[in-house]
């Protein structure tokens, strides 16, 4: 889990044979301390260009990027790095779909 601003997110993890390639991000500034089952989770698309379903990789925030390097899933262990563009995602309607700066390998 990694801030940025207002907004928490989650990027993939594993559950039980499982894991995931998805990012999530939680507005705090809507989180209701008496009412915690209105939490909202909001769904990320980062375009077709993603990293492979992966746990227990590293994420860092610096600026507005959050980078996520290695972690593995069921059959492979990672050793890349990924670039998210926290602040294009955010602007352009929480979706990178089609905006080719957002997320970038090394």
Known sequence: MTSYGK??????????GATYNDLW???TEDINPDDWNSLQW???SVGTAVPECRGGHSAILMGAYLYIFG?????????????IDLSEILRSGNSSEGRGGALIYW
């Open 25 to 27: 991000y939680l507005n």
């Open 7 to 16: 907004f928490l997110f989650v990027f993939g993890g594993s559950q039980l």
């Open 42 to 44: 909001v769904h990320v």
């Open 71 to 83: 972690g593995n899933n069921i059959s492979h262990t990672f050793s890349d790095m990924w670039r």
